[in-house]
């Protein structure tokens, strides 16, 4: 559509020419009072000392004498970048730097972009986790496959802070929400549903793992990638048991009919489509979907052009259709999780998050729908009560499963989420009022 | 779990499947290391290289078979030792289980069978060769308490 291009190229234009006037994104403020030269013997020398002692007794409260308890790292090797793809840790920073502006916004909370100039695994693990000690939780991005899964893991394993994948985890979890919406309104369950995923990327295999927490039967699963329907026999088996051990036992577990073929052939008969595949509208023809069961669902997630265009996929006969676009309905964006759920692991000063945290933070979304829709699944970032609500079950959920540094009611994890949201945003509208920070108006 | 599985002795029947087990293997091996690149004509004739491995005398082909599917295979050649006793042994050449019968000690399962057939044939000495950057041969066999016994260096020639 040409109309998209000349969009694009317009927000391409806009986004260079007003770089070059803000000249980055966040800034660093001081957040305590300084009246005179001699409240720095407070906050810094002499007193910050006793400070530092404590907090080498008892390594613990650097969360609540510093800011770590409300710090993020967002880390990048820059391998894998929005569609840009291997374009190094330099280039990563612009992206970087717009994602600790969602942070900030939407969950109130100090994100740092950090990116890395690193080349092996075994760096880039090595580096994050010497950073452990500055920050309460560290957001992985645009890492490229098959190492996003290894450092996941490895950083999962051996760190005492939530360590996220945006890219895998935050996808795959509102995913989830707006497949247990969708089902919802078709009235199917999710132990009978077949779902079918195109890519098995980051993206899908996450989200194919999560479906399979979550109840979805593994053997009705179906996953596509270039080389037809993942399934045991198919040649590239060792080779990914090697370089991609996730996507290997998938293999293995899902597709319980052993079915072989192409896209065509894994969509006919499914409940559930979930691509994740190429930006290119009509990569998943018309006769595809309506070759899927009555009441379709596809989730066509491909950015910034989805797989089919939800009217096309609609008269073929989906029931619900989502994208990853906020110009049709069911926007799925990890916008609508990653703030909340960082803010509820913040504030549980959470040692870590696993697949029943990110459940629940998906249910929380999902029920957050009061009355879903064919074209209402998911709520719009707008929908500000959205994240205290979901920073809460998380907090909350955390605390449960003895993952959390502290513990609290849920009510007391919202309401607290909810004052440093609205805190934050105050106080940036200050900023802004006050014309410390120059409108911009090219848009 | 090794319920469930046959092993038995290959026929010629069973060469396209053990073939195509084959073709797996080497290319895995072709993935540690580039001095193991599979020979593409080899492949087109695999099944026959494989009937002839089956009927030959100095080579032992075993299959592990489950609900008559061919999951797994082991190929060996039995040796002269001229210098040495003892006199004879069995080298593993080819250890191969389907992605799906993984995990279920077929593999165990085959050498153990192998080792059965060697002792039948008076034969005490098992051993077995596999690509030195092999991690997953070199870890199953350290598994199973084989140890180092020989070593091959190879070179490109100009």
Same mark, same amino acid.
Do not use: C, N, Q, Y
């Given at each position: 559509m040409e109309g998209d291009v000349e969009r694009t190229k317009k927000y391409d234009t806009i986004a260079y020419e007003q770089s070059l006037r803000y000249k980055g994104k966040i800034q660093v403020l001081p957040k305590v009072p300084i009246n005179s030269l001699k409240d720095f013997s407070v906050w810094y020398t002499p007193g910050v000392a006793e400070v530092s002692r404590r907090i080498k007794e008892n390594k613990d409260l650097s969360f609540e004498l510093t800011g770590r308890w409300n710090s993020v790292a967002i880390v990048?090797? &820059?391998? %894998?970048?929005? &569609?840009?793809?291997?374009?190094g840790p330099e280039a990563a920073m612009p992206v970087m730097e717009g994602k600790a502006l969602i942070f900030n916004y939407l969950g109130g909370i100090n994100a740092i972009p950090l990116t890395l100039r690193t080349e092996s695994r075994g760096e880039f693990i090595a580096s994050v986790r010497s950073l *452990?000690?500055?920050?309460g939780a560290f957001n992985l991005e645009d890492i490229e496959s098959p190492k996003c899964f290894f450092v996941l893991e490895e950083l999962q394993k051996n760190m005492e802070v939530p360590v996220w994948h945006d890219d895998q985890l935050g996808t795959a979890s509102i995913t989830l929400a707006g497949v247990i919406n969708a089902l919802r309104v078709v009235g199917k369950k999710k132990e009978d549903v077949r779902v079918t995923l195109i890519g098995s990327g980051a993206a899908n295999v996450a989200i194919a793992n999560l479906l399979i927490a979550a109840g979805f039967r593994a053997g009705n699963m179906m996953l596509v990638d270039h080389l037809g329907i993942l399934e045991? *026999? %198919? *040649?590239?088996m060792d080779k990914l048991m090697m370089e991609n051990p996730l996507k290997y036992k998938l293999a293995i577990d899902t597709n319980s009919e052993r079915k072989k073929g192409d896209i065509e052939s894994a969509m006919k008969g499914s409940d559930v489509v979930i691509s994740a595949s %190429?930006?290119?509208?009509?990569?998943?023809h018309k006769e595809w979907v309506s070759g899927m069961n009555d009441d379709a669902i596809v989730f066509a997630l491909a950015n910034p052009t989805p797989e089919i265009w939800p009217h096309d996929a609609k008269d073929a006969g989906a029931m619900v259709v989502a994208t990853g676009r906020s110009d049709f309905p069911n926007q799925i964006n990890n916008s609508l999780i990653f703030p909340s759920l960082f803010r509820g692991v913040l504030d549980a000063r959470a040692k870590g998050v696993n697949f029943d945290v990110m459940i629940a933070a998906s249910e929380e979304i999902a029920n957050f729908v009061s009355d879903p829709q064919p074209d209402k699944i998911v709520p719009t970032?707008? *929908?500000?009560?959205m994240y205290p609500e979901v920073a809460a079950t998380v907090a909350y959920k955390t605390a449960e499963l003895g993952l959390a540094r502290q513990r609290k009611s849920r009510e007391w994890f919202r309401n607290n989420a909810q004052e440093i949201i609205e805190n934050n945003r105050r106080l940036y509208q200050s900023i802004l009022k006050e014309g410390f920070i120059k409108k911009m108006e090219v848009l | 779990m090794v319920e469930g599985f046959v092993i038995r002795r290959a026929k010629e029947s069973d060469a396209s499947e053990i073939a195509k087990m084959a073709i797996r293997l080497k290319k895995l091996n072709e993935e540690f290391d580039t001095q193991f690149q599979v020979d593409e004509e080899s492949v087109k004739n695999s099944e026959s290289i494989m009937k002839t491995f089956i009927s030959d005398k100095d080579h032992v082909v075993l299959v592990g078979e489950k609900n008559r599917k061919v999951a797994g295979y082991l190929m060996a050649l039995l040796r002269d030792r001229i210098f040495y006793v003892p006199k004879k042994e069995v080298r593993i050449t080819d250890l191969y289980v389907m992605p799906e019968f993984r995990r279920s000690n077929l593999a165990i399962k085959l050498v153990e069978e192998m080792k059965k057939e060697a002792s039948k044939q008076g034969i005490s000495l098992i051993t077995a060769e596999f690509p030195t950057l092999n991690v997953i041969a070199l870890r199953f066999y350290k598994k199973i308490m084989f140890r180092e016994t020989v070593s091959v260096y190879g070179a490109e020639l100009e």
């Open positions: 990048t090797d &820059g391998t %894998r970048v929005l &569609g840009l793809g291997k374009i *452990e000690p500055s920050f045991p *026999e %198919r *040649e590239d %190429r930006s290119e509208a009509g990569f998943i970032m707008d *929908e500000w009560e | -």
